[in-house]
């Protein structure tokens, strides 16, 4: 285990942050190491991958631990494991350079592997869920190793049992199933009809290369203009819910979840009020995806939250429903 201090925190969000301690994990071999340090020292600890999906303080008063477990290993034809601290998009190209195929909607998506089963990310009509045989991760509470099977993680939109739990995930065990490649979303069909590409001719990798030029030209470059991805996450409601009065169903993206139930695109409704969102000098909308908010000007934690709780009020008053902030907001 590596120990530094006064570290500087990088992160997508570009906000200038940094923490008291940092502890480099490479390896499951490090976890005695790390539960001696922080049995015999008081820091209070943050745990991050690549710090795409969390906004951070001015200064985290406690130890950082960075996760760089870095192996890729084959169990079988069609099973394996990967590190925590694995790049996810990384991950997404050696799976397809290996003919292991299924998550080709997921490629692009910042982060780690061992990020990715917490927020349970998808994108493009996939759940990285489905590809998860099992998680193995470190417990904080009782110092143990353990392995929860799919079943276990309680997986579902964007959630998972370990948001509510403290753990590093060491590793993740993925299962590749044989299936079509899923075209259904909106974007990548608008794409197939606008270039006159058949889905019969597709393949795994020419469909991830067409979910790049979507992504690309839909969604910033954190490393050219920060920002954390989508920072509001569609909210899921009964139909019953909507309130005909203030909503058009018609003016809405909307995705059929089946029990009355309906998934609401949140950039549709973010489009539908923001000229009465107030201004603010360092954070903004995208341009080209309201789901987006970029960092203009050396913004705050605090600034993006003011902005944010902007937002929310105004889709509420327009709709009565309620946005809820995708990425993880860390206390100082």
Not at 130 to 152: G, M
Not at 256 to 271: F, H, Q, S, V
Not at 302 to 326: G, H, P, R, T
């Amino acid at each position: 285990m590596i120990i530094d201090k006064d570290v500087s925190l990088k992160n997508s969000f570009g906000i200038n942050a940094s923490s008291n301690i940092s502890l480099t994990v490479n390896s499951e071999e490090c976890i005695d190491d790390l539960k001696d340090f922080l049995a015999n020292n008081s820091y209070k600890k943050l745990i991050i991958g690549e710090a795409t999906n969390i906004l951070l303080p001015k200064n985290f008063e406690g130890a950082v631990i960075k996760n760089n477990i870095l192996n890729i290993s084959n169990i079988s034809n069609d099973e394996v494991i990967v590190g925590g601290g694995v790049n996810w998009d990384y991950f997404v190209a050696w799976s397809l350079e290996n003919n292991l195929n299924g998550l080709e909607n997921l490629t692009l998506i910042p982060g780690s592997v061992g990020a990715a089963p917490i927020q349970n990310i998808g994108a493009y009509g996939v759940e990285i869920s489905k590809f998860i045989n099992k998680v193995r991760f470190y417990d904080f509470t009782d110092n143990k190793i353990k392995e929860f099977t799919q079943h276990e993680c309680n997986f579902s939109y964007r959630k998972s049992i370990f948001q509510n739990m403290d753990i590093l995930i060491l590793s993740v065990y993925f299962k590749f199933l044989p299936g079509n490649l899923v075209t259904s979303y909106d974007s990548i069909s608008d794409y197939l009809n606008t270039n006159n590409i058949k889905v019969s001719d597709l393949t795994p990798k020419k469909l991830s290369n067409i979910i790049k030029h979507i992504r690309l030209n839909r969604l910033p470059d954190y490393k050219k203009i920060p920002n954390v991805g989508s920072f509001f996450k569609n909210p899921i409601i009964n139909k019953a819910d909507l309130n005909s009065e203030k909503l058009d169903i018609k003016n809405l993206i909307t995705w059929d979840l089946g029990n009355d139930m309906i998934k609401i695109g949140a950039a549709r409704l973010i489009e539908l009020v923001k000229d009465k969102i107030p201004k603010s000098t360092n954070v903004g909308l995208h341009k080209n995806h309201a789901l987006v908010l970029i960092n203009k000007n050396n913004a705050s934690q605090d600034d993006v939250i003011k902005y944010s709780s902007f937002i929310q009020k105004e889709v509420f008053n327009a709709f009565d429903i309620n946005l809820e902030i995708e990425p993880i907001i860390i206390d100082s």
